[in-house]
C-alpha cells in the first residue's frame, strides 16, 4: 500500500464518541480528582465500562478463536488491522479530556496484554473472562520494585514452588503499581507479577505470574502522593508468602541459563511493554494537545493567532513559540502513528516505539511547562487546567522507561549493541 | 578588579541563612505544602534573622545598609530552602524596599521604622495583575488624580497575606504621568476587597490573594515619591536580582538533591550516576546554576554600584527562569518514578521553578 | 489508512536515486566543491534519470505525473548524496514545477515540452533577494504594467547557472496586483544584467549570480499564470517539500556516516559509540530525522492530495531546517577534530545546511 | 576581596591597543587569508612579535627569578595578578579580529607553558630565550596521534634512549599540532611531543619531549584543509628515528607504575591543558561577539533593536533571539573571566576551567549559526565575515578536549569519580 496519512474510517468514526467523553464525563471533573486524590472517577468507569467490556469480550473471542487456529501466542497478524492506531486515537482523545482520569479505565490493560501475548487458551479464558460482563473491573502489572526501576534483571521478588500444595508462594514488594489497588481490592481483578525463580539468573529466572484479587497474603500497602495525574491509582504491593496456584504462571516454569536463548514466553510478556510505549506516546500528546488548544485559544482572546506561513521576521516571540510547539506536537503524533501503523501491519517496532515514546515524552513536557509559562498568572493558577496538565504530562517521560532509558533503546537499536556494549 | 568571594561579613550571613534553610525550612516544607499552611513560628524564626533590618542605614531604625548583591546572597539561601517561606519572609521587603529605594525622606521616616520592629510588620505589596500578558510597564490598575487624591481603580493578583495587611504599597498606571506609580495604601481602605485565597500549581503554604480595587481615595501625599513619583524600574531591577536569585538556590538545592541521589541509586549494578546521560545531565545543571549565579551577582554589583543594571537584571531574570526550570526538571527526571511522587521534593521544586517567570513579571520566557 | 510504505515504483526509483548518489555524488562531491565546479558529466546522467520528464505528464511530453511526494522521495536521496549537484540538477525543475502548477494552458505546452529533452535546459528560476529581511510574500522587486508589457526592476540573488541561461523565470512584486507574481523572461533581456559569480559557505560547486533588472521589459502574455497570475503559495508548497526533503536527505547521510564513525573510532579502549553521551547524539539524530521525513510526507501527500499544506510544509520546513543543522553539527562533533577537516564530509554538510533557512525563503529560524 | 566585577585598570589600558590591532589589523586581511589557506598573515605577524617577544622575556625573568627564590616548578603565585584574565580579554580581543590570525600569534605558547610549568631552571634559559629576540618564532605542542584523540592513553609515539650518544630516539606520528610547521620549518623555534617511554603503562610511561626547529628524523607531512581558522596553521608531524639531547625530557624520565601518584612532572603539563581552557573560550568568545556584533548592526538598519527590558509579549521572534544569544555570551563570559581569576588568585581552577570550555563552546557555536540565519543571504554569503565566524567558532567546542570531554571533566569533578567511575 502506498504512503497513507488518512485516518482509517472506522477511528474516525470512533472519534466522535470519545470526543463526547472526554468533554462532557472527564473534563467536567479533571480538577475535582486532581484535588481529591485518591477519589474514584466513577462516572467515568461507569460511563466506559459498557465499551470496555464489549471490547475485552471481542479480543478475548478473537484470540480464542487464533488459538483455535493453531496460531498458539496469539501474537500474530494475519492482515493489516487499525486496533494499533485505533487504541492511539482513542488514548490520545481520552487523554485529551483527563490523563489521569483515562489510566483509571477499567479493563485487563497491561495484565490483559501479557496474558493475550503468552497465555494457554485455557489461562485466557480463565483470567479474562471477567472482563467481559458484570461490575468493572482491572488488571494490573506489578513490576517496579523500590531497589528496581528500568533495571528488571534487579528484581528481588521471589517465587518459590510449594511441591505439597503445588502453589506458587510469592514474597517481595512491588512499588509503583497501577491500578493496583483497584484490581486487587475494589474490584475482582488481577495483576500481573514479575517474580524470579532463581536471582542468580537475573533476567532468564524471571517469570510473570498472575495474582487474583483476594489472594492471601497480598497487601495494598500505600497509596502514592504524585505530582499529577492524581486520579489515577498508583500503589505499592507487599507479597508475604502469598500463594497462587501452579497454573497462574505465564509461560514456562523452566529455566534457561542467562545468555541461551531467551524463551518465547517471556519475551512476548516483554513485549507487551514495547507495545504499550506508543500508548504511552499518545497520552501524552492527548494532554499537550490539551494544553496548546487552551493556550492558542487564550492568546487568540488577546489577539495572538499563529500565521498559516510567515517569514521568520514578521513573527513575535509568542508566535514562534506557537508554532515551535505544534511542530513538536505533530513530529511526535507523527511517530506515534507509524510506530502503531508498524505492529498493526505485524511488522516489528520496538525501535520506532521507544522514538516516538521518547520524543512525545520529551516534547509534551516543554510544551505544557511553556504553555503555564506563555499564560502567566492564569497558567501558574489552579484555577485552569494548564498547571495540571504540565504535572500530567511529567509522566509520560518517566513511566514505561525514562526518556534516558527509551533514548538507550533507541541508541542500541540503530548500532545493533547490545545491553553490555551499550550500558 | 575581578573577584568572585564572598567578604567574611558575606559568608557569615549566608551560613546564617543556609542553616535556617536547612535545618528549619527543609524540614518543615512538605507539611507545609500539603496542608496549604505555613507554621507561624517559622516565619517568626526567619524575621529574627533580621534581614530586613540589616539592609535599612540605623537613620530609618536598621542597623545596616541596602544592597542588592547582600540581597542576592540571602536570596539565594532562602531559595535553596524553600520558596513558599521565602516569599512569606520576603513579603515585608516588597514594600519596604521600595519606600527605600523611591520614597520621599519623609515616607522613609514615616514607614521604614516599622519594618524593623520584633514583629513582621503587616504590609503587602500589590502589583502582579490577573492578566495573561501582564506588562510591568503599562499597568491595567489605574490611579487618577483628583484634587489631593488619587482614586485607584484595578485587579491585582498574588498579594501575600493580603488580609492581614496594615499597608498596601499598589502599584497603578497614572494617567497624568503615564508611567506606574505606587501608592501606600493603609488599611481599612474603603473600595479595596479582598478576594477569596489563590490556587497556585506552586509555593501552596504561602497564602496569596486577589485585590479588587473599585475608585480607592489615596491621598495624593501617599504616592510613593511624592510630586517625583517613582521609576518603576529601580524597584523591578532590585526584585528582578532578588527573585533570580531566588531561583539560583532553588536550582541549586534541585541540583544536589539529585546528584546526590544518583550517586545513591544503584540500577544496572551501578550507581546511575556513572552513566553518562545522567552524568552529564548534572554537569550541565552545574554549569548553568554557576553562570546565573554569576549574571545576578554582576547585575547586583552594579546596581551597587550606582551603574545602570537594567539590561543586565534582565538578562539575569531569563536564565534564572529558564535555568531553574531546567534543572528542577532534570531533577525529576534524574529521580525518575521517585521524582513524581510528593515523598520526595523535587516535584515541588518543579511546580515552583515555573512561577519564576510569573513573578518576575512577564520577563522572559 | 495509515502507511508508510513506498509502492515498488517509488522503491525503483528511490533506489535508482540513491544509486546515483552513492556511486557518483559522492565521489566527485568534495573535488568538486574545492574547485568550484561540478563536472558537466555528472549532472548529464542525473538528467539522465530522467526526473524531470517523469513528473510530467505525457500531454506536455513528460512520461509520468507531477506528485510532491514523489519529488520528496527524490530530493531526500539526491540530498543524501550532495547538495550542490543536486541543486544544479533541480534547478530546471525550479522552472518547469512552477510553469506546471500555475502556467496557463498555453504556457504549458509552449515551454514544458522543453524541459523533457535529452539535453537540460537552459532554464533559471531568479526569486531570492540579496536582502537580510526576505518576505516571498513581499518581494522588493516589482513588475509594473505598461501597456501591454510588464516592467521588472530590482535584484535577484543565488540565480543558478544565470549566464547560461536561455529562460529566466522571474518573480517580482506585481503592483496591481499587490501580490508576487512570476514572469517567463527569454534572454537576451535588454536591462537584464548577471553580476559576478556569488559566493557562499557551503555548495561552492554550484554556480549562482546575482541579476539585476533594471527597467526588463516582458510582454504580458509571459507573466506566468497570465491574467489569472499565480498563486505564489503553491509554488512555495511544492518547493518547501522538496527542499525540506533535501535537508533531510543530507542530515541521513550526516546521521550514517556519524554512526558508523562512532563504531569505527576507538578511545579509552572501546569504540566511542559505546559511550552514552555519543550514542544518545546519535539516538536524537535518528529520531529527528524519521520526524522530518513525516513530516515532509504528510506535507506532499497532502499536496498531492488537493488538501491545503500549506501550513504543514511550512512546520515541516521549519523542522528541516533545523534538524539538518541539529544533525550534522553534531556529526561534526562526533568526529571531533576529524570533523572539522576537510577530508571527511560532515563539514561540508554543516556548511550545506546552514543554506536551508535562507533557500526556504526565511520560512524558519 | 569582595565580589568585584571591574576590569582590571592594566587590562583596561591593554584594550585599546588590542582592540586597535584586531579592528586595523586583523579584520582588513581576515577573508583574504580564509580564501588563502596555509599563506600566513605576515602583517599580523611582525606586527604583534614585539610585544610578545617582550612579554616573553618578562615571563622568563620572572620564571627564573622565582627559581632562585626555591620555588622550583615554578608555577606558585605567591599574589594575586592578572595575568590569566589579561589573557583572557587580550584573547577574546583579537579573536574578535580574527580567531584564525590570532592563533598564528608567534610565541612559546603551549609549549612555553609546559617548559615553564615543569622544565628545570636550565631548561627554561635553553629553550624560551629564542623567543625573547630575533625574528619571530612560535612554539607548538604535539599530542594528538591518529588513533589517540582525547584519549591521551593510547598515545604510540615512542621515545626510547639510545645509551651510547645518551640521545633519545623518537618515532611516530603526531596530527593535528598548531604551528607545527611555523615551530620548525618556518622559525627557530620548538615543540612539545608528548611520548611513551613504555606504552605497557598507559598515562604513567608518557613523558614530553622538546624537539627543536632542525632536528633530525622530524618532517612535517601535511597541512590541514580545515572548515574555519584556515590562517591558522595544522600539521602533522612525522618522527622517524627523530633524535634529540637527553636533556630535552621535561621532567624526570623514571617511571611508576600506574596508578602510583602520578609524579608533578607529568600533572604539572598536563596542568597546561587546564590553563589554556579559558583561553580557547576566550577565543570563541571573541568569535561570538563578533558576530552578535554584527548581527545587531545589520538588524539595526533595517529598523530591529534590543530593548533595555520588555515584556516578552512585546518582543519579536528576531528580538527574542537576539537575547538570548547575548545572555549566553555573557554567561559564558562570566564563567570563563571566573576560571581566570581563580587562577591568578593562585586557586585549583580546573572544574571552572572546563565549565566555561564547554558554556563558550556550545553557546558560541549556536550563536554563529544563528547569526548566519539571521541574515538570510548576507549571513551565508562570503561577501561578508559572518559565515566565516560559523566556521571559525565550531573549532572551540573541539579542541583542547570537545565538549563532550570537557563536560565528562566537570561530571568527574562534581560527583567526585575517577576515570574508572564514570568512563
Known amino acids: 500500500m502506498p504512503i497513507d496519512f488518512e485516518v482509517p474510517e472506522d477511528v474516525k468514526n470512533q472519534g466522535n464518541l470519545t470526543q463526547m467523553v472526554a468533554e462532557q464525563v472527564m473534563r467536567k471533573s479533571s480538577r475535582y480528582y486532581d484535588e481529591h486524590e485518591h477519589e474514584r472517577p466513577m462516572e467515568y468507569i461507569n460511563f466506559i465500562w459498557p465499551f470496555m467490556k464489549t471490547m475485552e469480550a471481542a479480543n478475548l473471542k478473537h484470540s480464542l478463536k487464533r488459538a483455535d487456529k493453531g496460531n498458539g501466542n496469539g501474537n500474530g497478524h494475519k492482515k493489516a488491522s487499525t486496533a494499533q492506531v485505533g487504541m492511539i486515537h482513542l488514548i490520545e482523545s481520552l487523554s485529551w479530556g483527563d490523563a489521569g482520569i483515562y489510566l483509571s479505565t477499567p479493563s485487563s490493560a497491561l495484565a490483559g496484554a501479557a496474558i493475550q501475548a503468552v497465555g494457554t487458551p485455557d489461562q485466557k479464558e480463565r483470567f479474562l473472562d471477567r472482563f467481559t460482563h458484570g461490575e468493572p473491573k482491572w488488571g494490573a502489572m506489578a513490576m517496579t520494585e523500590p531497589n528496581a526501576g528500568s533495571d528488571t534483571s534487579a528484581i528481588r521478588t521471589r517465587a518459590k514452588l510449594d511441591p505439597e500444595t503445588n502453589e506458587w508462594v510469592l514474597n517481595g514488594e512491588k512499588i509503583f503499581v497501577t491500578n493496583g489497588k483497584l484490581a486487587l481490592e475494589e474490584s475482582d481483578g488481577l495483576i500481573v507479577v514479575w517474580a524470579t525463580l532463581d536471582p542468580s539468573l537475573g533476567r532468564a529466572g524471571m517469570r510473570p505470574f498472575v495474582v487474583e484479587a483476594g489472594a492471601p497474603g497480598v497487601t495494598v500497602t500505600k497509596q502514592e502522593h504524585k505530582l499529577g495525574i492524581r486520579a489515577s491509582d498508583t500503589v505499592s504491593i507487599v507479597f508475604e508468602d502469598a500463594r497462587i496456584p501452579y497454573d497462574n504462571i505465564l509461560g514456562s516454569p523452566e529455566l534457561k541459563k542467562p545468555g541461551a536463548k531467551t524463551e518465547k514466553g517471556f519475551k512476548g510478556a516483554m513485549r507487551t511493554f514495547d507495545s504499550s510505549r506508543p500508548f504511552v506516546a499518545a497520552s501524552a500528546l492527548g494532554v499537550g494537545r490539551a494544553a496548546l488548544e487552551f493556550t492558542r485559544q487564550k492568546l487568540a482572546e488577546e489577539g495572538i493567532t499563529v500565521p498559516e506561513a510567515a517569514p521568520y521576521h514578521k513573527l513575535s516571540a509568542i508566535q514562534r513559540d506557537l508554532i515551535q510547539m505544534e511542530a513538536d506536537l505533530k513530529a511526535a503524533w507523527l511517530l506515534t502513528v507509524r510506530a502503531g501503523a508498524l505492529m498493526d501491519a505485524g511488522k516489528p517496532n520496538s525501535l520506532e516505539a521507544s522514538m516516538c515514546k521518547v520524543k512525545a515524552g520529551k516534547s509534551v513536557t516543554t510544551i505544557t511547562q511553556k504553555c503555564v509559562e506563555l499564560l502567566g498568572p492564569l497558567g501558574y493558577s489552579r484555577e485552569f487546567l494548564v498547571e495540571k496538565w504540565m504535572r500530567d504530562a511529567k509522566i509520560n517521560d518517566i513511566f514505561e522507561g525514562t526518556g534516558q532509558i527509551n533514548t538507550l533503546i533507541v541508541a542500541r537499536r540503530i548500532l545493533g549493541y547490545s545491553r553490555r556494549e551499550l550500558k | ?365
Chains 1, 4 share one sequence.
Open chain 2, 1 to 365: 578588579m575581578y573577584t568572585f568571594d564572598l567578604t567574611d561579613e558575606q559568608r557569615m550571613l549566608t551560613d546564617m541563612v543556609h542553616r535556617y534553610s536547612e535545618r528549619t525550612l527543609r524540614k518543615i516544607y512538605r507539611e507545609a505544602e500539603e496542608s496549604h499552611e505555613l507554621p507561624p513560628e517559622v516565619i517568626e524564626q526567619g524575621w529574627e534573622l533580621g534581614l530586613l533590618p540589616a539592609s535599612l542605614p540605623e537613620d530609618y531604625g536598621g542597623f545596616g545598609e541596602y544592597s542588592a548583591l547582600n540581597g542576592a546572597l540571602i536570596a539565594e539561601e532562602l531559595g535553596y530552602g524553600d520558596m513558599a517561606a521565602s516569599l512569606a519572609l520576603l513579603a515585608p521587603n516588597l514594600v519596604a524596599t521600595p519606600i527605600y529605594l523611591c520614597g520621599t525622606e519623609e515616607q522613609k521616616q514615616t514607614y521604614l521604622p516599622l519594618f524593623t520592629d520584633a514583629e513582621p510588620p503587616k504590609a503587602a505589596s500589590a502589583f502582579l495583575e490577573p492578566v495573561i500578558l501582564f506588562d510591568p510597564y503599562q499597568l491595567r490598575a489605574t490611579a487618577r488624580r483628583e484634587g489631593d487624591a488619587y482614586v485607584l481603580n484595578g485587579k491585582k493578583a498574588m498579594v501575600i497575606n493580603a488580609p492581614e495587611a496594615e499597608l498596601f504599597l499598589i502599584y497603578a498606571h497614572d494617567e497624568k504621568a503615564d508611567s506606574p506609580q505606587a501608592f501606600l495604601v493603609p488599611t481599612p481602605a474603603e473600595g479595596l476587597s479582598i478576594g477569596e485565597r489563590e490556587k497556585w500549581m506552586g509555593f501552596n503554604a504561602l497564602k496569596t490573594f486577589g485585590v479588587e480595587l473599585k475608585d480607592v481615595r489615596v491621598p495624593a501625599v501617599n504616592r510613593l515619591g511624592g510630586a517625583a513619583g517613582i521609576d518603576v524600574q529601580r524597584i523591578l531591577n532590585s526584585s528582578r536580582i532578588a527573585l533570580s536569585a531566588l531561583g539560583v538556590g532553588l536550582a541549586r538545592a534541585a541540583y544536589e538533591y539529585a546528584r546526590d541521589y544518583a550517586k545513591e541509586r544503584v540500577a544496572f549494578g551501578e550507581p546511575i550516576a556513572h552513566r553518562q546521560s545522567i552524568a552529564f545531565m548534572l554537569a550541565e545543571m552545574a554549569i548553568d546554576i554557576d553562570a546565573t549565579r554569576l549574571m545576578v551577582w554582576e547585575a547586583a554589583w552594579k546596581l551597587d554600584k550606582g551603574q545602570n543594571a537594567t539590561h543586565d537584571a534582565y538578562l539575569a531574570a531569563r536564565y534564572a527562569t529558564h535555568v531553574s526550570l531546567k534543572v528542577t526538571d532534570g531533577a525529576v527526571q534524574v529521580l525518575g518514578g521517585h521524582g513524581y511522587i510528593r515523598e520526595h521534593p523535587v516535584e515541588l521544586w518543579l511546580r515552583n521553578a515555573r512561577s519564576l517567570a510569573t513573578l518576575l513579571g512577564a520577563v522572559t520566557v
